[in-house]
C-alpha cells in the first residue's frame, strides 16, 4: 500500500514592483525547519507535516514533545466550518486529464500502468459535483527582459505588504500578502531588478522593465523572486539594461548602485523568448482548447496568453479552505518533472527546498473515495491555509490522503474533516512543491473571462 500512494503521490497534481514606498519590511524570523524552537510560542506556524518519514516538522521546526497532538487537537477544535454544496447523482467522466496516457491509463513514475476499470471498481460509487469546478480567470501580464528579449509573467502574492498593495495598484488586480514567503531559503529564490531611475518606460516603477536573471529550462530559475533595486548614479547617462549581464557590467563601471532587499515576490514567467546563447528556445505554458466546469482536471493550465492585450487566461480550480470555505487556485510551477510535464506547467526545481520551511504550507488531495474534479478524479483538495491567513503561501507540499476502505469514504470538507478521519485514512507526503496561487471566488467571478 506504501508503494502505491508514494507513486500516486509522484504524479498527484493539483492540482514588479512598486517600491518606492518601502520604508520598511515585514520582520519575519528565517526559517529553518532543522532548528528546534520553544514550541510553546505564540507565533509558531500550526501546521505540520512529515518529511521523508524520519521526522515530524511543526511549521518551522522539528515537533517538539507532544506537540504534534497538541496541534492536531486544537486544530480538531478550531477548524469547524463548513459549507453546504450541491450533491449530484449524474455520472462524471474524469479521465485524469493530466494523469492519463492517450489508452487511458495512469502512468507513475516508475512506469506502473492503472487502468481506470481498476479505479472504477474500487471507487465506492458516489459522486461529487461542485458548482463551478473549474472557471476561467483573466490575470493582467507584466513584461520583463531577459537577455535582451522580453519575458511576460504573472505578480501573485509579495512578502511585502506595502508592495503587495502597490503591486495589486499597478497590474488593477489583487496581489496577496504572503508574509510566508519571507522565509523561503536562499537557495530556492531567483533575482529581479526593479529600476529606481534612468530610462523612462513602462516598468512598475516608471522606468524600463523589470529584468529576471533566468527564465524556465535553466535550472537556476525560480518563480521566487528576491527584488533587487538599480538606481543609476547620472540618469543622464542611462541606457536599457536588458540582462543581468548588462546590469553586472554597468555596476563593475560605476555607473550604478545595485541594492538588494528581503522581499520576496512571486511571480511565474507565462511566456518567455529563449536566451541569448540559443540553448533555451522560446517558450511559454501548455495551451488548452477548452474547459469543463466540472469535467476532468486537465494537462494544461492557460487557456489563452494575449500579450496584446497584456492578459493571460488561465484554469482556476474549485477547492476548499482550511476551515470549508470556497477557494479558486490556478497551477503554474512544480518543483519534480513529472508534475510538471503532466500538467503542461514550467518545472522549477529550486522551489523543492521550500518543502522543509515554513515557506510552504500543506494541500491535501485525494487518491480515492469520492469521485470529483480533483487531480487524481477525486474530491476537491483541503488546504491547511488560504489567503488573509498568516502562514498562507502559494509553496504547497502536497499532502495524499488515501481511504482504507473506499466505500467509507465520505465528503472531507475542511481541516476538521481530515484530522477526525485519520483512522480510517492514510496520509503520505508526495514529496514535490506546487505553486498554485488561491483567489476568493469574487476575484475569480470579478475577472473572468
Not at 498554485?436 to 471566488?441: D, L, V
Amino acid at each position: 500500500m506504501t508503494s502505491k500512494i508514494r507513486s500516486l503521490g509522484v504524479l498527484l497534481i493539483l492540482p514588479l514592483l512598486s517600491i518606492s514606498a518601502v520604508t520598511a519590511f515585514v520582520n519575519v524570523p528565517s526559517a529553518n525547519a532543522l532548528t528546534k524552537r520553544d514550541y510553546t510560542a505564540p507565533n509558531d506556524q500550526p501546521l505540520t507535516f512529515t518529511y521523508g518519514g524520519n521526522f515530524v516538522v511543526c511549521g518551522d521546526h522539528i515537533c517538539g514533545p507532544g506537540e504534534y497532538s497538541q496541534i492536531q487537537q486544537e486544530l480538531s477544535q478550531a477548524q469547524t466550518g463548513k459549507i453546504n454544496h450541491t450533491m449530484s447523482t449524474q455520472s462524471m467522466m474524469s479521465n485524469g486529464g493530466s494523469m492519463m496516457s492517450g489508452n487511458g491509463a495512469m502512468m507513475s513514475n516508475g512506469g506502473s500502468i492503472v487502468s481506470n476499470e481498476t479505479m472504477m471498481s474500487k471507487d465506492p460509487g458516489s459522486v461529487l459535483k461542485l458548482s463551478n469546478a473549474n472557471l476561467p480567470i483573466v490575470i493582467p501580464l507584466v513584461k520583463g527582459l531577459y537577455d535582451g528579449k522580453n519575458v511576460y509573467y504573472i505578480t501573485t502574492e509579495a512578502s511585502d505588504s506595502t508592495i503587495a498593495t502597490a503591486l495589486g495598484t499597478f497590474t488593477n488586480f489583487p496581489v496577496t500578502f504572503a508574509p510566508a514567503l519571507a522565509k523561503a531559503p536562499a537557495s530556492s529564490q531567483a533575482n529581479i531588478y526593479a529600476f529606481k531611475n534612468g530610462v523612462k518606460g513602462g516598468g512598475v516603477l516608471g522606468f524600463q522593465p523589470n529584468v529576471v536573471d533566468s527564465i524556465p529550462g535553466e535550472l537556476k530559475y525560480s518563480p521566487l523572486w528576491k527584488i533587487n533595486l538599480v538606481e543609476w548614479k547620472d540618469a543622464s547617462t542611462a541606457t536599457v539594461l536588458g540582462s543581468e549581464d548588462d546590469i553586472m557590467a554597468a555596476f563593475n563601471a560605476g555607473k550604478i548602485t545595485i541594492t538588494p532587499t528581503t522581499i520576496v515576490v512571486n511571480c511565474p514567467i507565462v511566456q518567455w523568448g529563449g536566451d541569448k546563447e540559443g540553448t533555451i528556445p522560446a517558450g511559454h505554458l501548455k495551451i488548452r482548447d477548452s474547459i469543463s466546469e466540472s469535467g476532468a482536471y486537465g494537462n494544461a493550465q492557460v487557456l489563452n496568453i494575449d500579450t496584446d492585450k497584456m492578459q493571460v487566461t488561465f484554469v482556476a480550480h474549485r477547492g476548499f479552505g482550511p476551515d470549508g470555505s470556497t477557494i479558486y487556485y490556478i497551477v503554474t510551477d512544480a518543483s519534480q518533472k513529472g508534475p510538471a510535464d503532466a500538467l503542461g506547467i514550467v518545472l522549477a526545481n529550486k522551489t523543492q527546498s521550500t518543502i522543509s520551511s515554513s515557506a510552504a504550507a500543506d494541500l491535501y488531495q485525494f487518491s480515492n473515495g469520492i469521485t470529483g474534479s480533483g487531480p487524481l478524479g477525486f474530491q476537491s483538495g483541503v488546504a491547511s491555509a488560504k489567503q488573509g491567513d498568516q502562514y498562507y503561501s502559494p509553496m504547497w507540499r502536497i499532502q495524499v490522503v488515501t481511504w482504507k476502505d473506499p466505500a467509507m469514504a465520505t465528503v472531507l470538507e475542511n481541516v476538521h474533516d481530515i484530522t477526525s478521519k485519520n483512522t480510517m485514512t492514510d496520509t503520505a507526503v508526495a514529496g514535490f512543491i506546487v505553486n498554485c496561487p488561491f483567489f476568493s471566488a469574487d476575484t475569480v467571478y470579478s475577472h473572468g473571462k
